[in-house]
């Protein structure tokens, strides 16, 4: 059973920037498609980005573009989140997520990812 493992999170002002790390260990790295989930109190997980497969492609959520970017080194077995111009309303636990079977049109549903980290938590204050 392989392990995901998120670092990274923080108190970060609004304007300001984090980056998340998520090492894995266990899979099949290079060929899985791998992703990154938030859940604020009170409301439901909710996709932020993910690479498909070993296709290299990135996938964000609407309110993320142009500030986020995901990225996955495959020599290290980690994928990253460098997130940019934060605001508070991205405060949430965050979640990487990773998947070996998911098929393009179901990544960004929470439920077809089978493995996740124990997430980390990212609170930007205004």
């Known amino acids: 059973q392989g392990q995901l493992v998120e670092s990274g999170g923080g108190l970060v002002q609004a304007g300001g920037s984090l980056r998340l790390s998520c090492a894995v260990t266990?899979?099949?790295?290079?060929?899985?498609?791998v992703g990154w989930f938030r859940q604020a109190p009170g409301k439901e997980r909710e996709f932020v980005a993910a690479?498909?497969?070993?296709?290299?492609?990135?996938y964000y959520t609407d309110s993320v573009k142009g500030r986020f970017t995901i990225s996955k080194d495959n020599a290290k077995n980690t994928v990253y989140l460098q997130m940019n111009s934060l605001k508070p309303e991205d405060t949430a636990v965050y979640y990487c997520?990773?998947?070996?079977?998911?098929?393009?049109?179901?990544?960004?549903?929470?439920?077809?990812?089978?493995?996740w980290g124990q997430g980390t938590q990212v609170t930007v204050s205004s």
């Open positions: 266990g899979h099949t790295f290079r060929s899985s498609t």
């Open positions: 997520a990773l998947d070996n079977s998911i098929i393009l049109s179901s990544i960004q549903s929470a439920e077809n990812y089978d493995y």
């Open positions: 690479i498909f497969r070993s296709y290299g492609r990135a």
